[in-house]
């Protein structure tokens, strides 16, 4: 499916964007694993190949600062594409991948 297909989802495939931003924020913090977060969502392998993009990014940043600014606009991202806002290339871009 997709995580923006997810995050935009308005049944029960539905994943909470402050939810899901904690829960990475959480793993980035070493207090949860990414396998973890995989069985929380129930991601599956779509989900799963835009988790690791996320995290690729993530771990490309050169600061903590930039790591935490990078959450900041994914989460900022995600909640202007649940909004209906960003459609899916605006989510990509944002986040630059």
């Known amino acids: 499916m997709g995580l923006f297909e997810r995050i935009t989802a308005v049944d029960e495939t539905k994943i909470s964007v402050h939810s899901f931003g904690a829960s990475l924020r959480e793993v980035a913090r070493g207090n949860a694993t990414v396998a973890q977060l995989v069985a929380v969502?129930?991601?599956?392998?779509?989900?799963?190949?835009?988790?690791?993009?996320?995290?690729?990014?993530?771990?490309?940043?050169?600061?903590?600062?930039d790591?935490?600014?990078?959450?900041?606009?994914?989460?900022?991202?995600?909640?202007?594409?649940?909004?209906?806002?960003?459609?899916?290339?605006?989510?990509?871009?944002?986040?630059?991948?």
């Open 41 to 65: 969502f129930d991601l599956d392998a779509a989900d799963q190949t835009d988790l690791a993009a996320i995290q690729a990014k993530y771990l490309d940043q050169n600061s903590t600062f």
């Open 67 to 97: 790591r935490v600014k990078f959450m900041m606009q994914m989460e900022d991202a995600f909640i202007l594409a649940e909004a209906g806002i960003y459609n899916k290339s605006q989510v990509t871009s944002a986040l630059g991948f």
